[in-house]
């Protein structure tokens, strides 16, 4: 039997779900991208999120205990480029956000109002993970939000928005 070995890595052939952090610091909010998130407890269910080294995102979760995790449906790709290309320190993506009508309101967070799922985190521990700190967090609340299909890395890949 003939088996063609894929030229992606590994870690790269594996279809994620996409998400978006909303972080804050008691006064600015702000959004990213985030794909390294697992739940690794049932009960209690609890969530490693993992965010990305100099990011505004990162300098929020780190002044806060707690931030609010979205599963991002299929047609919010276009997203990608504000929250996952742009830095928070740079814009405001929240506000972009408010213009274009995206947003709502839940336990005291600025939402993306077409997310599938919200998840509320409380921060446990944090740890250094190389180019990423590592959050392990509880679920101290939810939400299903929409129903559809979750935003992937296949998704993001066929439109051509990250690499292989």
Not at 89 to 107: G, S, V, Y
């Amino acid at each position: 039997m003939n088996s063609i070995i894929t030229r992606k890595k590994p870690w790269n052939r594996i279809n994620s779900p996409v998400y978006s952090i909303c972080s804050y610091d008691g006064e600015a909010y702000n959004m990213n991208i985030a794909t390294y998130i697992t739940a690794v407890s049932m009960k209690p269910k609890r969530y490693l999120c993992a965010i990305y080294k100099q990011t505004k995102t990162l300098d929020l979760v780190e002044k806060n205990a707690g931030f609010v995790v979205q599963l991002l449906a299929s047609t919010q790709y276009r997203l990608v480029d504000l929250l996952g290309k742009k830095s928070g320190f740079e814009t405001d993506k929240i506000a972009r956000l408010e213009k274009r009508k995206a947003l709502a309101n839940w336990n005291g967070y600025p939402i993306l109002k077409d997310a599938l799922a919200l998840l509320h985190m409380k921060i446990l521990q944090q740890f250094d993970a190389g180019d990423h700190i590592c959050f392990l967090c509880d679920v101290i609340a939810y939400k299903n939000n929409a129903d559809g299909e979750p935003l992937t890395l296949d998704i993001l890949r066929e439109k051509k928005l990250i690499r292989m």
